[in-house]
């Protein structure tokens, strides 16, 4: 790494190289241990604010991931490259593994699509005093972009830390299941059968024999839910 840091011109003016050399000096001496290890996971694998999951910051848990996955798996196919790990194909490094085989033009583009990422993260990086920071503020200077970090500061700096205790326990916190009389009418009512009953019940008058008819109801759409 050091190597081609010393052989990329461009950093030069946009970043200042050294500090980036040293990280990797100190990295280069240290035996992969389970402190540095521990180290990794503390820093990205705990809490979504550092995730190295490009499409964390973009979808979140919203159907969207998914198909963007799928995008993102069909330009990696049409280009050649296949993945031989277990690996998210939005994870950070394997992505910048697939720009290695690009044109510098390429490079570029894919660089700007992801460049509110990167910035984002150098900021959130750099509030915890992560030199890591290093790495992303390199790749916006690639196409000149470090300036993206300064817009993030404010926002991060207002940010409350996920990756305590508190927060992790939060995220993962169950809400208490609830047994009682009304607790199946709950899960209909939570399908879409349900509220369309639950609307058509408040619009229509009552009438003879239709409590019948709505428990049928109610009992299809919780056969329907349970599918």
Not at 150 to 155: K, S, V
Not at 163 to 179: H, K, Q, S
Request: hydrophobic share 45%; net charge negative.
């Amino acid at each position: 790494m050091i190597e081609i840091l010393n052989a990329e011109r461009r950093l030069a003016a946009a970043l200042n190289a050294p500090p980036l050399m040293d990280w990797c000096q100190r990295h280069a001496w240290r035996p992969i241990c389970l402190e540095l290890q521990a180290e990794y996971v503390a820093m990205f694998d705990k809490g979504r604010a550092t995730s190295l999951l490009l499409f964390e910051h973009v979808h979140g848990e919203s159907r969207d991931r998914g198909q963007a996955m799928v995008d993102l798996m069909a330009e990696y196919s049409a280009a050649g490259f296949e993945l031989d790990a277990h690996e998210l194909p939005d994870y950070l490094p394997l992505f910048l593994e697939y720009l290695s085989t690009r044109s510098e033009a390429e490079i570029g583009r894919w660089l700007g699509e992801i460049r509110h990422i990167l910035a984002l993260l150098t900021a959130r990086l750099e509030e915890r005093g992560a030199d890591h920071a290093l790495v992303p503020l390199s790749l916006l200077a690639l196409i000149g972009a470090e300036g993206d970090v300064e817009e993030h500061r404010p926002q991060v700096k207002k940010e409350v830390p996920d990756n305590t205790p508190e927060a992790l326990d939060a995220v993962w916190e169950e809400e208490a299941v609830r047994f009682s009389a009304t607790s199946d009418e709950d899960c209909a009512l939570q399908s879409a059968e349900g509220r369309r009953l639950a609307e058509r019940k408040n619009a229509l008058p009552e009438r003879p024999g239709q409590h019948h008819a709505v428990r049928l109801e109610r009992a299809a759409a919780l056969t329907a839910s349970d599918r």
